[in-house]
Structures are given as C-alpha cells and as structure tokens.
C-alpha cells in the first residue's frame, strides 16, 4: 500500500463521497455516477484513482462493473494512525 496515493485519492471531496456511498454496499459504476453531477467519464477517473489507491475493489458481472469499499487499507491506515498516537502519548 502507498501512503501517498491513499490521501492523494482521499484528498478529493468527491472520491471521499464515492467512499460513503459504498460503505453501505457495492454499486455499479451507473449507480455511483447518477449520485453526481459530473460526466461518467470524471467519475470512472475518480473509480480509477480509488481503486489505484487500493481503496475499493472492482469485480466484472456480464456487462457491469461493481465496486466495494476496501476496508483492509481503511484499517491499515487507522492503525498507523493510532501507532503515531501511541508514540505522542508516551512522550507526554
């Protein structure tokens, strides 16, 4: 996992809200771009610099393309987090 690509993904407001709509269930690419009002073209190059980031994951169902949120690099990235804590705790 990148760091740098992480938080350059979560950078972005939209991308943040694309994560939002997914941590109730996967949607199709169709579903997640009907919730903005941007082209599909901006919201797949959003998809595509989510799932660079290894935020979300894509699986290919006949002519559709779903996508989940990756909760494993949530998870890493809050317990690196909470290590950085840790370690400003013990300082105090």
Known sequence: ??????FKALSNPI???ILNLLKDG????????EQF????ATIS?????LKKADLILE???KNY???DLNASVLEEIMVW???LRGSNDEKN
Request: charged share 25%.
């Open 45 to 49: 190059h959003h998809l595509s610099v």
């Open 37 to 40: 009002d941007q082209t599909a």
């Open 65 to 67: 393309i779903y996508y």
């Open 81 to 83: 987090f909470a290590d």
């Open 26 to 33: 996967r949607l199709s690419a169709g579903e997640i771009a």
């Open 59 to 61: 699986s290919k169902e």
């Open 1 to 6: 996992m990148s760091f740098a690509n992480t």
């Open 15 to 17: 991308r943040r809200d």
